[in-house]
């Protein structure tokens, strides 16, 4: 749950200060920031947004630029637990196209939802770089390969 | 003065790849770890490029550039910062071996980037790793930990980890660049070329992790011993991720002058499906398509590159003769609309557009212009773009409309 106001502890703008100064220029870590606001935060709402934007005396603008820029940073709360299933050529050729049908009916929704008890939300998505364990998907920060209904059974079952 | 690409090599990049304990400085050092460094600390820098240069070192990320002649670029007596940058973006559908390296060895990579940073005057260096790749940076991270407390770190050279935020894009060098620098990932004009301008404006070299992998055994043991390893152009060895329709998907280490035909048969174990090949990506999925008569190629950059495709990141995927090619288009040109970063019109537009087509084509919507029409505009973009993606994205277009236009017609309604 995003407050209105987000705020990080004084340990965690520690940490933002310490990453700030890894870099020749604090802009530097406006990636690893968001990484770390979206820990803390849930998702990176506009709110959000232009919180790091003043940690960084950037535009909020800009900020938004970035988030919507690239895939993992979330802009709506998501799932406890986020299942990407690699569609690309390689999962593709070795089954993906049944493992995520078979995801969408076990978790009734389709990719880019989250479940109605907030439990997962199901990806798909480009190539994850695992095309020797296809077809594969990745859980929170897990890779799981050689899938199949079986197995991605399992994976769901143990997800809380 | 090359060997037989057919004899079996010693493992270079995957010697330690067996042992679980593969990833700590003791199991490193056991195995001649940070001997190349100590090496290297003895030769001046200009004698680090040098070696490199004679080595026929080329980078493995993708490009194929030479990297000791990349090296060379970076001003000479230049008075400012000067960064050296690890490409660990890996992205390119059908590769996994950065993600190997940097789980199974990382410390070769710390290695390499010390002496690396020695040749090219560089006290700072960034580690981009993928966003996706949590495990192989958690892993990565510690190792960098245990080599400052080893002192190797942190006397000359410091190395800063960060993670990217999922965008292909930035497997571009100059996205790279523009992403670590805390912006989208659009690429840059150039030039000015990242050697003179770089990050933080400054002179950069950014390099992909398994070709720095590859400089502490160029130090250690010669630059002629790994240019013998390769072909005349070409040397070393280098790790082939093949996947798709083949028995033992995986990482194999062999020389660049290996055989595509080699790889698939007698690395991979042979074609399943219906056993029978019908086509293969050597390269990555921006690398065109072979046909099964094709695969009597070496894997090199210029063996490649004279057949009509390219080496890119030695991402092989086999396809037997049950794969449907304008299927496999489909999946491939949705990647492309997927990560074209929107800078350049043609590339934003295009992309898109060609998707939608190969969709239609696929789904039995085809119009008996599209291929015609796929044709020429992806090949009118060519070459008017910033970056390399779009001409990326052009070489399976056509490639698979070229080598297989009979599979597609046969979908259109009236072609």
Same mark, same amino acid.
């Given at each position: 749950m995003t407050p209105s106001r987000p705020q990080f502890t004084p340990e965690q703008q520690a940490e933002v200060r310490r990453l700030q100064g890894l870099y020749p220029d604090p802009q530097g870590a406006l990636l690893p920031v968001l990484h770390l606001a979206q820990d803390v935060f849930g998702y990176i709402s506009e709110e959000v947004e232009e919180?790091?934007?003043?940690?960084?005396?950037?535009? %909020?603008?800009?900020?938004?630029?970035?988030?919507?820029?690239?895939?993992?940073?979330?802009?709506? %709360?998501?799932?406890?637990?986020?299942v990407s299933v690699c569609h690309n050529l390689s999962c593709h050729l070795a089954g993906a196209p049944g493992i995520l049908d078979h995801l969408r009916r076990r978790l009734g929704i389709e990719p880019g939802g989250t479940t109605d008890d907030g439990r997962v939300t199901l990806l798909a998505v480009e190539c994850l770089c695992a095309c020797e364990m296809a077809p594969m998907l990745q859980v929170d920060d897990r890779y799981e390969g050689n899938l199949t209904p079986e197995t991605v059974d399992r994976l769901i079952d143990q997800l809380q | 003065m090359s060997q037989s690409a057919a004899e079996p090599i010693e493992p270079i990049?995957?010697?330690?790849?067996?042992?679980?304990?593969?990833?700590?400085?003791?199991?490193?050092?056991?195995?001649?770890?940070y001997t190349g460094w100590a090496k290297a600390l003895a030769l001046e820098p200009a004698a680090i490029t040098d070696a490199v240069k004679r080595s026929n070192l080329r980078g493995l990320g993708g490009a194929g550039f030479p990297t000791g002649t990349k090296w060379s670029f970076v001003p000479k007596g230049h008075a400012g910062p000067i960064y050296l940058v690890i490409n660990a973006d890996e992205g390119e559908p059908g590769t996994v071996k950065d993600r190997y390296l940097l789980e199974r060895d990382p410390h070769a990579l710390i290695e390499g980037m010390l002496i690396a940073a020695r040749a090219i005057g560089s006290r700072l260096a960034f580690v981009y790793v993928r966003g996706e790749y949590v495990a192989p940076?958690?892993?990565?991270?510690?190792?960098?930990?245990?080599?400052?407390?080893?002192?190797?770190?942190?006397?000359?050279?410091?190395?800063?980890?960060?993670?990217?935020?999922?965008?292909?894009?930035?497997?571009?060098?100059?996205?790279l660049i523009s992403s670590l620098e805390g912006r989208k990932g659009w690429p840059k004009l150039k030039p000015p070329f990242p050697a003179i301008k770089g990050a933080f404006g400054a002179p950069t070299i950014v390099n992909n992790v398994e070709t720095i992998c590859q400089v502490p055994h160029i130090v250690n043991r010669g630059p002629e011993w790994f240019a013998a390893l390769g072909t005349q152009t070409q040397g070393g060895t280098r790790l082939y991720s093949v996947s798709g329709r083949v028995r033992r998907s995986g990482v194999y280490e062999a020389s660049v002058g290996v055989t595509l035909r080699q790889l698939i048969y007698e690395h991979?174990?042979?074609?399943?499906?219906?056993?029978?090949?019908?086509?293969?990506?050597?390269?990555?999925?921006?690398?065109?398509?072979?046909?099964?008569?094709?695969?009597?190629?070496?894997m090199d950059v210029d063996g490649l590159?004279?057949?009509?495709?390219?080496?890119g990141s030695a991402g092989v995927i086999v396809m037997d003769e049950t794969v449907s090619i304008p299927d496999a288009l489909r999946v491939v040109a949705r990647f492309y609309a997927h990560e074209s970063c929107g800078q350049c019109t043609p590339c934003?537009?295009?992309?898109?557009?060609?998707y939608r087509m190969t969709e239609r084509i696929v789904e039995g919507r085809g119009r008996k212009e599209d291929l015609d029409t796929i044709l020429d505009v992806a090949r009118r973009g060519t070459g008017t773009t910033i970056c390399a993606f779009y001409d990326g994205a052009v070489g399976p277009y056509i490639s698979y409309i070229e080598k297989f236009r009979a599979e597609f017609e046969a979908l259109i309604p009236h072609a």
């Amino acid at each position: 749950m995003t407050p209105s106001r987000p705020q990080f502890t004084p340990e965690q703008q520690a940490e933002v200060r310490r990453l700030q100064g890894l870099y020749p220029d604090p802009q530097g870590a406006l990636l690893p920031v968001l990484h770390l606001a979206q820990d803390v935060f849930g998702y990176i709402s506009e709110e959000v947004e232009e919180y790091v934007a003043g940690l960084f005396g950037l535009a %909020p603008a800009h900020v938004h630029e970035v988030v919507t820029f690239y895939t993992m940073y979330f802009r709506e %709360p998501k799932g406890r637990h986020i299942v990407s299933v690699c569609h690309n050529l390689s999962c593709h050729l070795a089954g993906a196209p049944g493992i995520l049908d078979h995801l969408r009916r076990r978790l009734g929704i389709e990719p880019g939802g989250t479940t109605d008890d907030g439990r997962v939300t199901l990806l798909a998505v480009e190539c994850l770089c695992a095309c020797e364990m296809a077809p594969m998907l990745q859980v929170d920060d897990r890779y799981e390969g050689n899938l199949t209904p079986e197995t991605v059974d399992r994976l769901i079952d143990q997800l809380q | 003065m090359s060997q037989s690409a057919a004899e079996p090599i010693e493992p270079i990049l995957t010697r330690n790849f067996g042992r679980p304990d593969s990833h700590t400085l003791t199991a490193y050092r056991e195995t001649g770890g940070y001997t190349g460094w100590a090496k290297a600390l003895a030769l001046e820098p200009a004698a680090i490029t040098d070696a490199v240069k004679r080595s026929n070192l080329r980078g493995l990320g993708g490009a194929g550039f030479p990297t000791g002649t990349k090296w060379s670029f970076v001003p000479k007596g230049h008075a400012g910062p000067i960064y050296l940058v690890i490409n660990a973006d890996e992205g390119e559908p059908g590769t996994v071996k950065d993600r190997y390296l940097l789980e199974r060895d990382p410390h070769a990579l710390i290695e390499g980037m010390l002496i690396a940073a020695r040749a090219i005057g560089s006290r700072l260096a960034f580690v981009y790793v993928r966003g996706e790749y949590v495990a192989p940076w958690r892993r990565f991270s510690a190792a960098v930990r245990e080599a400052y407390d080893a002192g190797y770190l942190g006397r000359g050279l410091d190395v800063v980890v960060h993670r990217g935020a999922g965008a292909y894009i930035c497997g571009e060098e100059t996205g790279l660049i523009s992403s670590l620098e805390g912006r989208k990932g659009w690429p840059k004009l150039k030039p000015p070329f990242p050697a003179i301008k770089g990050a933080f404006g400054a002179p950069t070299i950014v390099n992909n992790v398994e070709t720095i992998c590859q400089v502490p055994h160029i130090v250690n043991r010669g630059p002629e011993w790994f240019a013998a390893l390769g072909t005349q152009t070409q040397g070393g060895t280098r790790l082939y991720s093949v996947s798709g329709r083949v028995r033992r998907s995986g990482v194999y280490e062999a020389s660049v002058g290996v055989t595509l035909r080699q790889l698939i048969y007698e690395h991979a174990g042979g074609v399943t499906g219906n056993g029978r090949l019908k086509a293969v990506v050597p390269g990555g999925a921006s690398a065109a398509i072979l046909r099964a008569d094709e695969i009597d190629v070496t894997m090199d950059v210029d063996g490649l590159r004279n057949a009509g495709t390219m080496a890119g990141s030695a991402g092989v995927i086999v396809m037997d003769e049950t794969v449907s090619i304008p299927d496999a288009l489909r999946v491939v040109a949705r990647f492309y609309a997927h990560e074209s970063c929107g800078q350049c019109t043609p590339c934003r537009e295009t992309t898109g557009w060609i998707y939608r087509m190969t969709e239609r084509i696929v789904e039995g919507r085809g119009r008996k212009e599209d291929l015609d029409t796929i044709l020429d505009v992806a090949r009118r973009g060519t070459g008017t773009t910033i970056c390399a993606f779009y001409d990326g994205a052009v070489g399976p277009y056509i490639s698979y409309i070229e080598k297989f236009r009979a599979e597609f017609e046969a979908l259109i309604p009236h072609a």
